[in-house]
C-alpha cells in the first residue's frame, strides 16, 4: 500500500525500506502547544523537541510559523539544533504561511511542509467560501508552492472524515498527482469511531488515483474518548503514519496520545501483525513527565501508561497474583516504559554520583556545570527536607526557563494569615537596572497577599486567570508547586516555582510571568541556557 520510497523519505534512511513500520508524527509542540494551558517558551519548546529526538520519532511538528513571530522562531530553533526526525512546519494553502515555513526549517537536515485545507461541506459553505473545484484547486497550487521549497510535502484534508468521500478521493488524487508524497486525514472534531474510520481507509486506498505511491496518515482528536482507538483502527486499514502527542494533549479534548499508540502497538503486536514504531519506549515515561513538568499540568494517576498507578497494585487478589506470576494482572512491564522500580530515596548523606544515577534514570543526562548546579540545589534542599523524591530531583533538573528568569528578583518576603482577619503580605523586589521596590498588600489569604504585593510592585497590568498549588511528593515537608496563568494583551503567559514554602513558591512564579513581559516588550534576546544538553 505505502511505496518504501515514501517512508525512507519520512525517516532520511536511504538503506531501509518501511516494511512494517508505523511512521510517528509527534505534533506536542504544534497541535499539542495550542491548546489553553500548554504553551511553552522557545527554550521550553527547545528542549521538549530534544526529548522528542531521543524518544525516537519520525517527524517532529514543531509550529506554525504564520501563527507569531515567537512560533517562527522556535521552528527554526529546533531545526537548527535538532537532529534526528524529520521537522516539519504547519501552513495553510498559501505562498505566505508556505514560504514562512520554508524559511524557518531551511535549517534542518530533513524538512517537512505539512499543508492543511479544509474539505467538509460545513467548514467549504461556511469558513472558506468555496466551491469543490475551488478546494482542489487551491490544493494542488499549496502542494506545487511547497515542493518548490522542499522535497517532503504532506498534504491535511481539514475535517477529512466529515468530508464526503467521493469529494476526498478526488482532492487526494488531485495532490498526490500534484507531488504530495503523504496525505493525512485528520478527524479534526473527534467525531468517528473505529469501525467508520477503518472503512474509511480502506474505501480511500480502494478510490484514490496514486494510493500506492503515498503515505497515509491518521490524525484523531480525542472529542468523544476515541482517538488512540480511531488511530490503531487507521493503522489495521493501512495508515503508515500516526499524528499524535505526549501526553495526548491538544486542542480541546486533545489527541491521540503518543504513548498509548506506541505501546498498544507494541503489546498487541499479535493483533497488528507485526507492525511497529521506531520509538524507544523505555524514555516514555521520561519524556511524559518533563512535558507534563514543563506546562505545570500534571499527570492524571490513573492515565494509562505513564499515570502513578498504571504499575501500581494494591488490592489484595491482585497482589497475590503479581507474586505468583507478574503476567496476572500486567500486560507491559514498567520498565519498558522507562518507570523504575528503584525504592532508592536521596537524601542528605548522598553523594553526587548517587544524584547523578537517579537523574539518568529520570532521563536527564545533565553536563557537568549543570549537575554542579543542581548538586548544590539538592543539598540545600535535603538540609530541609529528610527525603528526597523522584519529583524534586526532577524540578532541580528542569530548572528555571531562562525566558523567565530576571530582570525582577525577589529579595525580601514576609507574610501572615490570621483566622477570621485578612492575610497580608510585603516584599522587595530588586531589577537589574538596580531599582529596589517595597510593596504591601492585604489578601484573602497570605497567598493572593503575596501575588498582589508583587504585581502592584512590577507596576504590569495582568490578571491572575488560573491558579494550582500541588505538592510535588509525599509528607508535610513536601514541595509545593505553584503555577500560574494569566493572559496579558491577548497572549497566555505562565509561570512556575517549586519551594517548600509554597507562598514563596508563588511570588516566584507571578515573578516569573513579570521577568515574561519584560523580555517580550524589551524585545530582549533571552538569557542564557541554564542546563544545556
Ligand atoms: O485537526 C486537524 O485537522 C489539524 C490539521 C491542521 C492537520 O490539526
Ligand atoms: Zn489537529
New binding site residues.
Given amino acids: 500500500m505505502n511505496s518504501d520510497h515514501q517512508a525512507d523519505s519520512a525517516t532520511g534512511n536511504d538503506t531501509t525500506t518501511q516494511g512494517d513500520r508505523v511512521l510517528i508524527f509527534d505534533?506536542t509542540l504544534?497541535?499539542g502547544e495550542q491548546a489553553p494551558g500548554f504553551s511553552m517558551s522557545r527554550t521550553q519548546k527547545l528542549r521538549m523537541a530534544r526529548a522528542l529526538a531521543d524518544l525516537g520519532v519520525d517527524i517532529l511538528e514543531a509550529g506554525f510559523p504564520a501563527a507569531s513571530e515567537d512560533d517562527c522562531a522556535s521552528v527554526k530553533a529546533i531545526a537548527a539544533a535538532v537532529r534526528g526526525p524529520r521537522i516539519c512546519g504547519?501552513a495553510r494553502c498559501q505562498a505566505s504561511d508556505i514560504e514562512s515555513v520554508a524559511r524557518a526549517i531551511e535549517p534542518a537536515q530533513k524538512g517537512r511542509i505539512?499543508i492543511?485545507l479544509?474539505t467538509s461541506p460545513l467548514h467549504r459553505e461556511f469558513k472558506l467560501q468555496m466551491s469543490r473545484q475551488q478546494v482542489i484547486d487551491t490544493a494542488v497550487a499549496g502542494v506545487e508552492r511547497a515542493l518548490a521549497c522542499c522535497d517532503d510535502v504532506e498534504f491535511?484534508a481539514?475535517?477529512?472524515l466529515r468530508t464526503e468521500p467521493e469529494f476526498l478521493a478526488e482532492v487526494f488524487s488531485a495532490v498526490i498527482a500534484a507531488g504530495a508524497g503523504t496525505v493525512?486525514v485528520?478527524?479534526?472534531?473527534g467525531y468517528t469511531t473505529p469501525i467508520e474510520i477503518a472503512e474509511r481507509f480502506a474505501w480511500l486506498y480502494a478510490n484514490v488515483r496514486g494510493a500506492d505511491s503515498v503515505v497515509f496518515s491518521a490524525?484523531c482528536?480525542d472529542d468523544l474518548g476515541m482517538a488512540v482507538a480511531n488511530s490503531l483502527a487507521a493503522i489495521s486499514a493501512g495508515a503508515r503514519q500516526v499524528?499524535c502527542t505526549i501526553n495526548g494533549i491538544?486542542?480541546r479534548a486533545g489527541?491521540a496520545a503518543l504513548e498509548e499508540l506506541v505501546m498498544a502497538l507494541r503489546v498487541r503486536s499479535d493483533h497488528f501483525g507485526g507492525l511497529h514504531s521506531a520509538i524507544r519506549t523505555q524514555r516514555l515515561h521520561a519524556t511524559a513527565r518533563l512535558l507534563s513538568q514543563i506546562t505545570s499540568q500534571p499527570i492524571a494517576r490513573n492515565k494509562a501508561v505513564i499515570g502513578a498507578n498504571a504499575f501500581a497494585h494494591e488490592s489484595g487478589i491482585h497482589q497475590h497474583g503479581m507474586l505468583k506470576h507478574r503476567g496476572t494482572y500486567e500486560i507491559m512491564r514498567a520498565e519498558d516504559v522507562g518507570v523504575s522500580r528503584s525504592e532508592l530515596v536521596l537524601g542528605k548523606h548522598s553523594g553526587r554520583h548517587a544524584l547523578r544515577e537517579r537523574l539518568a534514570a529520570l532521563g536527564h543526562e545533565l553536563d557537568d556545570a549543570a549537575l554542579d548546579d543542581v548538586f548544590t540545589r539538592f543539598k540545600s534542599l535535603a538540609d530541609r527536607k529528610r527525603e528526597v523524591f523522584d519529583a524534586d530531583i526532577e524540578a532541580m533538573a528542569l530548572g528555571r526557563d531562562p525566558e523567565a528568569v530576571g530582570p525582577w528578583h525577589l529579595s525580601h518576603l514576609h507574610a501572615t494569615s490570621h483566622v477570621g482577619a485578612s492575610a497580608s503580605a510585603s516584599v522587595r523586589l530588586s531589577h537589574d537596572d538596580g531599582r529596589v521596590v517595597s510593596e504591601a498588600a492585604i489578601g484573602d489569604g497570605p497567598v493572593d497577599a503575596v501575588l498582589r504585593a508583587v504585581t502592584r510592585a512590577v507596576g504590569h497590568d495582568f490578571s491572575v486567570d488560573e491558579f494550582h498549588i500541588r505538592a510535588l511528593s509525599e509528607g508535610g515537608d513536601a514541595q509545593g508547586q505553584a503555577a500560574i496563568r494569566v493572559i496579558h494583551e491577548g497572549r497566555e503567559l505562565r509561570g512556575q516555582s517549586v519551594s517548600t514554602d509554597i507562598v514563596e513558591a508563588a511570588a516566584n512564579a507571578i515573578l516569573e510571568i513579570a521577568n515574561r513581559i519584560e523580555h517580550l516588550h524589551a524585545d530582549a534576546p533571552p538569557a542564557a541556557t541554564v542546563f544545556a544538553r
Fill in positions: 505534533t504544534r497541535d504547519l505539512h492543511f479544509a491535511s481539514e475535517d477529512a493525512n485528520p478527524d479534526t472534531v490524525h482528536h499524528e491538544g486542542e489527541n
